[in-house]
């Protein structure tokens, strides 16, 4: 049985929020909600799957709108670097200071996340591979032929890394030596953009040209 998935534009700033499910366990993970809770509710119900996981790439504010309303709708848990703590709790003032509405406050993750654990959905796993630069605690999630990329990597571009906290250099080392690695087929599911591949942006994307 394959992985059940779907994307969802959320937020102000146009976050893919990713819905995965187990149709066998009838267990649910969502990738950065930055908006639409009741809508990923609604989503997830039509699909007969119950909400165990929520999982934040990295905390800015424009990941993790949701976090709140589905964590207490559900009680799924929250999942996180802890390298992303600090920007987790202050993403609220995070977010003002950018011109954008506050976010509700986000509860506390119940499990945190490290480089090479494994997040169980179900029947499937993914591996947390830690990618920090654009953020501290950035992470990328690998299983079952895809790559959520978070900020890490777009289609054609990488992520920014002139926010608080931002470290180019370590960004660019994690994608050289964590993501370049993978399979060219690879789908990267990216945080913010169209899906691409890692083979086209190991070809096409101007940004990997001088690390590749």
């Keep these: 049985m394959s992985l059940w998935k779907k994307s969802l ?26 908006g639409k809770a009741q809508r990923i509710l609604e989503i997830l119900a039509e699909h007969d799957l119950t909400l165990k996981m929520v999982v934040n790439t990295h905390c800015h504010f424009d990941h993790i709108g949701a976090n709140r309303s589905l964590v207490e709708k559900t009680q799924a848990e929250l999942m996180i670097h802890p390298a992303d703590l600090p920007i987790l709790r202050g993403a609220s003032e995070h977010a003002m200071r950018f011109g954008c509405e506050p976010i509700e406050p986000s509860p506390e993750p119940t499990r945190l996340l490290q480089d090479g654990d494994t997040v169980e959905l179900g029947d499937f796993s ?52 964590r993501i370049l690695t993978l399979s060219d087929e690879i ?4 945080g913010h ?19 590749v």
């Design 126 to 177: 993914f591996k947390v591979i830690h990618v920090p630069g654009h953020s501290p605690g950035g992470i990328c999630l690998l299983g079952e032929g895809l790559l959520f990329a978070g900020d890490n990597l777009f289609a054609g571009s990488i992520g920014r890394t002139d926010l608080p906290s931002g470290d180019q250099g370590a960004l660019m080392k994690a994608l050289r030596d």
């Design 193 to 211: 953009g169209p899906e691409t591949t890692i083979g086209r942006e190991r070809r096409t994307n101007p940004y990997l040209r001088y690390i």
């Design 9 to 34: 534009v959320t937020g102000e700033l146009q976050v893919n929020c990713y819905l995965l499910g187990c149709e066998a366990s009838g267990q649910a993970m969502v990738i950065d909600p930055g």
């Design 187 to 190: 789908i990267v599911c990216p």
